[in-house]
């Protein structure tokens, strides 16, 4: 009777991120309670490239990847604020805003859940977003689904972080507004993007919400 329970209650949280997977314009993480902190944390980009490539759009985006560049190279910073991200998911989450004696450079905001985490690093140009990148985790089983829980279920597989689905989203920003999305799945997949204004509304409504943290 128990492994049928826990069996059905297994279903039912793959069902229900299965669900939330498919909801391609919602930004905010929306995962599911555990007893268990979340200890698997995604690692931010440093020192790093972006080589998005758009002909189209190659003089746009050359300042954008210059300043990311930049930005996501310093080691130093004038301050550093570490903030408690609450009600966007209930395994919650942290913010962490990055100063300089020219204000505000950049904001990593990571959300964790019992079926995935997700990690959004935000940018700033002149003070105002410039780029965003997202990458988002969602487990191959819920977190807590260890060797005995899958024993117990007459499961084939535990919690594997190497086997989670892995989705990258690049967002490019001038004057405020997105001029270019760039997605793709940890297969290397492109994922077409066809709402780039309800995108650049979601993202810009959450990066506010997470600037009134910092205040």
Known sequence: ????????????????????????????SVFFTTKAKDTVRINETFNENDTTNSKGLKKQLKPIQTNFKRINSMTKWTSVKKKDIEG??????????????????????RHYGEMGQKLIEYYLLNGRLSFVFGKEYRYNRPLFYDAKAMKENNDMEAFDLKKSEITITRNYF??????????????????????????????????????????
Not at 175 to 202: F, V
């Open 1 to 28: 009777m128990k492994n049928r329970f826990l069996h059905g209650v297994f279903i039912i949280l793959i069902s229900l991120s299965s669900a939330y997977a498919q909801k391609s314009g919602d930004q905010a």
């Open 88 to 109: 966007e998911s209930a395994e919650g989450g942290e913010a962490t805003f990055y100063y300089t004696d020219k204000g505000l450079e950049k904001v990593i905001a």
């Open 174 to 215: 001038e004057n405020g507004n997105i001029i270019l999305i760039n997605a793709t799945t940890g297969r290397g997949y492109n994922i077409s993007a066809d709402y780039p204004a309800e995108q650049e509304k979601s993202i810009t409504e959450d990066f506010k919400r997470l600037l009134k943290l910092a205040d």
